[in-house]
């Protein structure tokens, strides 16, 4: 069985070790290849309205060279695409990030089949995920699947503004610049800013008393 498989990874060297990997797969898969580099690249293939291979599985780096013009900044802009695009295609991300925040907004925004956190996995577990995929399954790796269960218990507090609040903090955004990230009037962000210290327990902090409470819990 031919498998189309198509890499979007700026790290050559990771292209080669993933197709090495899977040319040990069990299943005998026949794994055709194509490889991108940056968001521009993908989004040229993913768009492209005849596209001359039909992807049964996307694999996608989180972290990758951006398209400022189609605002594409990273590889979870692209799986969001993906769907749209191909909705067929099996899409497995893998990230350097263990931030829980970002391996949140993954599985709300896409919900991959697959999602590895780099660190995690070994060429075996890889190869597990990708079978397991190709037949209908779904993949997360360790570290994922313990910030789900930890974040279930903050999930009341913590919707998608709240989060991306956190996240905009602690990349060091002001909150007179966050109405543009967030469609939120300063007022709006200032409540949730109320809300997100009384989950901390900071009764009078700073926006650096969130940040450190937040990377104390592992949220950023």
């Known amino acids: 069985m031919k498998v189309r498989l198509l890499i979007i990874e700026d790290h050559p060297a990771m292209i080669a070790g993933y197709k090495s990997i899977l040319s040990f797969n ?18 040229k293939i993913l768009t492209d309205p005849n596209p001359l291979i039909d992807f049964d599985v996307i694999f996608v780096d989180v972290i990758l060279p951006a398209d400022e013009q189609r605002k594409l900044y990273s590889g979870e802009d692209l799986a969001v695409l993906a769907r749209k695009y191909l909705p067929h295609s099996k899409i497995i991300m893998l990230t350097s990030h263990t931030e829980a925040f970002v391996l949140y907004s993954l599985i709300k925004k896409v919900n991959p089949e697959g999602l590895l956190v780099k660190s ?23 570290t994922v699947r313990k910030t789900m269960r ?10 998608s503004h709240n989060r991306k609040i956190i996240y905009l903090l602690s990349q060091g955004v002001k909150t007179k610049n966050m109405p543009a990230h967030l469609g939120l009037s300063i007022s709006a962000i200032d409540k949730r800013k ?14 650096e008393d969130i940040i450190n ?8």
């Open 150 to 159: 930890d974040m279930l218990k903050s999930n009341a507090y913590f919707d």
């Open 213 to 220: 409470a937040a990377r104390r819990n592992g949220f950023v």
């Open 26 to 43: 069990k299943s005998g898969y026949d794994v055709e290849i194509t490889a991108t580099g940056d968001c521009a690249g993908a989004h």
């Open 120 to 142: 995690d996995f070994s060429p075996e577990d890889l190869l597990t995920a990708f079978e397991e995929i190709i037949k209908g399954g779904e993949y997360r790796s360790d």
């Open 194 to 207: 109320s809300v997100i210290k009384g989950f901390f327990g900071i009764e009078k902090g700073t926006d």
